[in-house]
């Protein structure tokens, strides 16, 4: 849903995650966290000026823990990406600026969230999350295609369990990512693919191989 400065968005994402471990293959699935998101646009320029058209928006929201959080996956190291949900209610406040010149445009974002205690006293760490990506618009017929690249990276500060520190939780990954959307009126389609080129993720115990998504958006 949006208006002329604001916009909110709904996510309720579902996951699909596989790791390989010496006694085997594991996998799980399912919904992961719902998210609301409130974005202000504070600086905008109109669609028909003459070089560039730019925006830059503001904003906030909260995630719910709808995705299932398993406590017996954090025994000895901790692997953050292998669960489905924080099991915690956690904020966010988010920055993002995009500017376009005809049909070539960039987008940079940066998203912070600030994460609580869950039901079972685990608590993972704030993350950082940002990124850049270079798109391109084209129309045939009455779609618009965008394919884009770009850089995306995360900061995992450390978690903790009973109000202690958990030992070699916190770490960092930046991933270079290709993707692309088609949308035709209220309707779009993504499909993107991201590959780690740099990781540092509990102190080198867990390596992180790639990541696909699949995102389907309506507009209100």
Do not use: C
């Amino acid at each position: 849903m949006s208006g002329k400065r604001l916009q909110i968005s709904a996510l309720l994402p579902y996951h699909s995650h596989n790791r390989e471990r010496t006694t085997g293959n594991e996998t799980i699935s399912g919904l992961g966290d719902a998210t609301v998101l409130a974005m202000y646009s504070v600086l905008a320029m109109p669609k028909d000026s003459a070089v560039f058209n730019h925006k830059l928006q503001l904003g906030g929201g909260v995630k719910a823990p709808t995705g299932q959080f398993d406590s017996e996956n954090n025994k000895g190291s901790v692997n953050p990406g292998f669960q489905l949900g924080t099991g915690s209610w956690d904020y966010l406040l988010a920055a993002e600026y995009v500017i376009t010149r005809k049909k070539l445009g960039f987008n940079a974002m940066f998203n912070y969230t600030m994460k609580t205690e869950n039901e079972k006293l685990y608590q993972f760490g704030n993350q950082v999350n940002y990124g850049s990506t270079l798109f391109y618009i084209a129309t045939i017929g009455k779609v618009q295609f965008v394919p884009q690249l770009g850089i995306a990276g995360e900061l995992f500060e450390a978690n903790n369990q009973y109000s202690q520190e958990v030992p070699d939780s916190a770490g960092d990954i930046v991933f270079t990512k290709l993707g692309f959307e088609a949308g035709i009126k209220k309707w779009s389609v993504g499909l993107h693919a991201m590959l780690p080129i740099n990781q540092n993720l509990s102190n080198g115990k867990v390596e992180s191989n790639y990541r696909l998504s699949v995102n389907l958006n309506y507009s209100l």
